[in-house]
């Protein structure tokens, strides 16, 4: 079955950095679009990045653009989020999410790793 | 940008029906399909719909998916209540200007 895994959350300083990954299994991980999403405590979702299944679209949200980078190894069935200038406001818990097919809907959904942005 | 406004929270009984609405601020809600998300406590979300009214293998034909063009608004129909409902649900949608919105979620209690 689908499975993805998500690790590298932890605590982290106001502008230092972390990358997070997502081991897929279960599925072609090359045919599918990829999502981050996150979700602050006790808050709604919010969409933070999505990467064409070929890695040749990336899109952010404004709130982490020129911050953050979404990327991803074909070749290891993983993708990652590479953050940068972290801020307060980016602490949340982090999901991947597989794409439905037209890169615009996460559809299926790892369990999340938390990220602590804290002095 | 749009947005998709959901109502904050609903209740309703056991055995019930209950309907979540999802409306979308500007452009047309038919023109971009929506998709459902149920997220119980301490969870990740799951898909219970997706491209308006399709569910995805295992979600029980008590959820259904609608669009009404009329109120340029989505919904979310759960019949035959169970206590296990009990989740928080968003809404999400998309356009060529914004990959991915969400909704701000509906808590839906069941009393």
């Known amino acids: 079955q689908v499975q993805l895994v998500e690790s590298g959350g932890g605590v982290v300083q106001p502008g230092r950095s972390l990358r997070l990954s997502c081991a897929a299994s279960?599925?072609?991980?090359?045919?599918?679009?990829m999502h981050w999403v996150r979700q602050a405590p006790g808050k709604g979702l919010e969409w933070v990045a999505v990467?064409?299944?070929?890695?040749?679209?990336?899109y952010y949200a404004d709130s982490v653009k020129g911050r953050f980078t979404i990327s991803r190894d074909n070749s290891k069935n993983t993708l990652y989020l590479q953050m940068n200038s972290l801020r307060a406001e980016d602490t949340a818990v982090y999901y991947c999410?597989?794409?439905?097919?037209?890169?615009?809907?996460?559809?299926?959904w790892g369990q999340g790793t938390m990220v602590t942005v804290s002095s | 940008n749009f947005m998709l406004t959901q109502p904050h929270s609903v209740s309703e009984s056991p055995g019930k029906t209950v309907t979540i609405s999802c409306t979308r601020s500007?452009?047309?809600?038919?023109?971009?399909?929506v998709q459902w998300y149920q997220q119980r406590p301490g969870s990740a979300p799951t898909t219970v719909i997706y491209?308006?009214?399709?569910?995805p293998s295992g979600v029980p034909d008590r959820f259904s998916g609608s669009i009404d063009s009329s109120s340029n608004s989505a919904s979310l129909t759960i019949s035959g209540l169970k206590t296990e409902d009990e989740a928080d649900y968003y809404c999400?949608?998309?356009?060529?200007?914004?990959?991915?919105?969400f909704g701000g979620g509906t808590k839906l209690t069941v009393l």
């Open positions: 990467i064409w299944y070929d890695g040749s679209n990336k």
């Open positions: 500007s452009g047309s809600i038919a023109s971009n399909y």
């Open positions: 491209e308006d009214n399709q569910r």
């Open positions: 999410a597989r794409d439905c097919g037209n890169g615009v809907c996460p559809h299926i």
């Open positions: 999400q949608s998309y356009d060529s200007s914004n990959p991915v919105v």
């Open positions: 279960g599925f072609t991980f090359s045919s599918y679009g």
